[in-house]
T-cell receptor, first 117, second 114 residues
Framework: AQSVTQLGSHVSVSEGALVLLRCNYS??????LFWYVQYPNQGLQLLLK??????LVKGINGFEAEFKKSETSFHLTKPSAHMSDAAEYFC???????????????FGQGTILTVHP | DTEVTQTPKHLVMGMTNKKSLKCEQH?????MYWYKQKAKKPPELMFV???????INESVPSRFSPECPNSSLLNLHLHALQPEDSALYLC?????????????FGSGTRLTVV
């Protein structure tokens, strides 16, 4: 089975500060990992994905994430926050063939990012 | 075309009504999904269609009935819903159901059951 834990339901940063959103996963097989962003009353937009290639993944809007197998983590970072980054962020995992949750995308509980001027 | 289009955007229905949600994509994706998202919660998987066949049903009550008429369309038929079914219903698609490619989500249908 697979699961995702996002540490911190709310994160608040100042504009221009580093953004760090934490995600730890559990999977019975090597996972595929994703970060999505959701603005109010909208669907989810894919920020970036890890699919067993490079462990440092660059995404849209200046975000990146590093896959660390030893820590079972996939934290999302951005060097300098913008006001437009304020949204809810979801980490998600799916399992490769052979996993008990093959074909399913499972989301963490989400982290609401607030950016102060 | 890189979008998943969902209609309607908002729907209010009574508990005795029958309504349908529609989802459309023209990216050639062969897997399509329905998710339900309650306020301040993550999306929860309801159904997975792979190559137009239902492959996963997450023990969803029978008052929700999915349909995949062709590779571009996905419907969710609603009947005799309860107020607790009020939520944002999200459709998504992917190149296939392997989970490798991530999903493209629509903007959702906000459903209110009265």
């Amino acid at each position: 089975a697979q699961s995702v834990t996002q540490l911190g339901s709310h994160v608040s940063v100042s504009e221009g500060a580093l953004v760090l959103l934490r995600c730890n996963y559990s999977s019975s097989v090597p996972p595929y990992l994703f970060w999505y962003v959701q603005y109010p009353n909208q669907g989810l937009q894919l920020l970036l994905k890890y699919t067993s290639a490079a462990t440092l993944v660059k995404g849209i809007n200046g975000f990146e994430a590093e896959f660390k197998k030893s820590e079972t983590s996939f934290h999302l970072t951005k060097p300098s926050a913008h006001m437009s980054d304020a949204a809810e962020y979801f980490c998600a995992v799916s399992e490769n063939a052979g996993g008990t949750s093959y074909g399913k995308l499972t989301f963490g509980q989400g982290t609401i990012l607030t950016v102060h001027p | 075309d890189t979008e998943v289009t969902q209609t309607p955007k908002h729907l209010v229905m009574g508990m005795t009504n029958k309504k349908s949600l529609k989802c459309e994509q023209h990216m050639g994706h062969r897997a399509m999904y329905w998710y339900k998202q309650k306020a301040k919660k993550p999306p929860e998987l309801m159904f997975v269609y792979s190559y137009e066949k239902l492959s996963i049903n997450e023990s969803v009550p029978s008052r929700f009935s999915p349909e995949c008429p062709n590779s571009s369309l996905l419907n969710l038929h609603l009947h005799a819903l309860q107020p607790e079914d009020s939520a944002l219903y999200l459709c998504a698609s992917s190149q296939d159901s392997s989970g490798r490619y991530g999903y493209t989500f629509g903007s959702g249908t906000r459903l209110t059951v009265v």
